[in-house]
């Protein structure tokens, strides 16, 4: 048993949001109980301690799209890409990055990506991964790093025509394995989902292919009008717009991630409404590669379940938040609208995207839910209490205020140390995979 206290408890449950001098008892993967220190450390006397040192105690973050296989791109530059435009974007990076990542690339990716999330809070992450320079067991490197470092991960492969049949097939293939694991292990700390690039690369016949192999068993996670060339392909080749092919493919529906639609009509909300399809808005991402700001606010007007990731431009789901709401004021013109949209997005909807996916409730701190709690270095100079939580949160915090991180009941991040995990260990291997990508892309040696 473990009790974290010395802190401010925000919880994120309606009921129950807010405990001055708080602390939260865990109780293996799940929480036995939050309130009051004082009242929790005498019924528990017995539990270990970990103290918040005056910080926030609150439930860990969840980024419900991102991509473990750029992990290696940091301060990356290709001789010779000097992208104008989303299509130069993608073949000049990001297809050429995974174009030429093997099993001990992916690893690597993977070792970086979920350190850097579980030092930013992040305690729930849905990838959405590309390794075309070897796909088969490249989902199964991903669960051994997440189960090794101790992520909660919904992991798919994106299925692409991009290169050729073969990797087609293939990508086909190891997401229906990755499912079939999936359901024989019934592990809640693993899931999967079957995943596509982005319309312009993936035909009818291979959206048959897929909707076959994957046989009702998953959702499907695919990009969607992030830029024009999903709307101009399915206008051109099938005489609709994108959210239309996705409708008649079979691809729509309450378990499935439609990652960006930033380019979407008003028809195609209607469209993914009326099928309960759940969306994921990435807005940094989207304004880095210039592709626009998606209408999310209209979205969730009309009724659509809209949560936030980054793409893996970031790792740190606060900043996001924070972008989000400066890009919707900023499009709308309006300096007063997005905020409850954007504290909705992180909190409520990622939340139930997850617990619809891994069928337990995470993202809150309440009897009952998983135990993925994190504690952030924050100690305000203005006063905090359960009306201006929000606030606080958006205007003075950040991923690396974060201290200590526990999933499913395990510390795996204690007083900004890894627990039990040799990170000088894993980031020089890790370079050498980088060195050796690298030096692929450029053509010289690091």
Excluded at 60 to 86: D, E, Q, V
Excluded at 204 to 220: L, P, Q, S, W, Y
Excluded at 233 to 252: F, Q, T
Aim: aromatic residues 8%.
């Amino acid at each position: 048993m473990l009790i974290i206290g010395d802190g401010t408890v925000i919880t994120r449950d309606a009921d129950n949001p807010f405990f001055p001098d708080g602390a939260v008892v865990i109780e293996k993967d799940k929480i036995l109980e939050v309130g009051f220190e004082t009242e929790l450390k005498a019924k528990y006397p017995e539990a270990d301690y970990i103290s918040a040192h005056g910080g926030i105690i609150m439930p860990g973050l969840i980024n419900a799209h991102t991509h473990i296989y750029s992990g290696l791109a940091r301060g990356l530059s290709i001789k010779g890409n000097n992208p104008t435009n989303f299509l130069e974007i993608l073949k000049g990076l990001w297809w050429a990055i995974d174009g030429k990542l093997t099993l001990d690339g992916t690893r690597a990716s993977a070792y970086a990506t979920i350190l850097d999330c579980i030092r930013d809070g992040v305690t729930t992450i849905f990838d959405h991964h590309a390794s075309f320079g070897e796909i088969p067991g490249s989902l199964f490197a991903i669960k051994d790093v997440a189960k090794e470092l101790g992520i909660r991960s919904c992991l798919c492969y994106e299925v692409s025509e991009r290169s050729g049949e073969e990797k087609t097939l293939q990508g086909i293939k190891e997401n229906a394995d990755f499912i079939t694991w999936t359901e024989e292990e019934n592990d809640d700390m693993i899931k999967a989902m079957f995943g596509g690039h982005a319309l312009f690369t993936i035909s009818d016949k291979t959206f048959e292919k897929m909707v076959e192999a994957n046989n009702g068993r998953a959702g499907f996670h695919i990009h969607v009008a992030e830029g024009m060339l999903d709307v101009y392909d399915s206008l051109r080749n099938y005489g609709c717009l994108p959210v239309n092919r996705l409708l008649h493919n079979g691809i729509l529906g309450k378990k499935t991630l439609l990652g960006h639609c930033v380019h979407i009509s008003h028809g195609e909300m209607e469209i993914i409404k009326e099928t309960g399809t759940r969306v994921v808005n990435n807005p940094e991402s989207n304004m880095g590669n210039a592709v626009g700001s998606a209408p999310v606010l209209q979205m969730m007007k009309k009724g659509i379940l809209v949560g936030m990731g980054t793409d893996a431009y970031t790792h740190d789901m606060l900043e996001s938040l924070k972008v989000f709401l400066i890009i919707q004021r900023h499009v709308a013109a309006l300096p007063n609208v997005a905020w409850g949209e954007a504290m909705t997005m992180l909190f409520e909807n990622n939340r139930k995207i997850a617990e619809e996916c891994f069928g337990t409730p995470i993202g809150i701190l309440k009897e009952g839910a998983k135990a993925d709690v994190i504690v952030m270095d924050y100690h305000p100079f203005t006063p905090l209490s359960d009306e201006n939580i929000d606030g606080h949160i958006l205007f003075g915090m950040m991923g690396k205020n974060c201290r200590t991180t526990v999933i499913n009941g395990r510390v795996v991040y204690k007083d900004r140390e890894f627990v039990d995990i040799d990170e000088e260990k894993i980031n020089a291997w890790t370079m050498e995979q980088s060195k050796k990508l690298w030096g692929e892309l450029n053509n010289r040696k690091y």
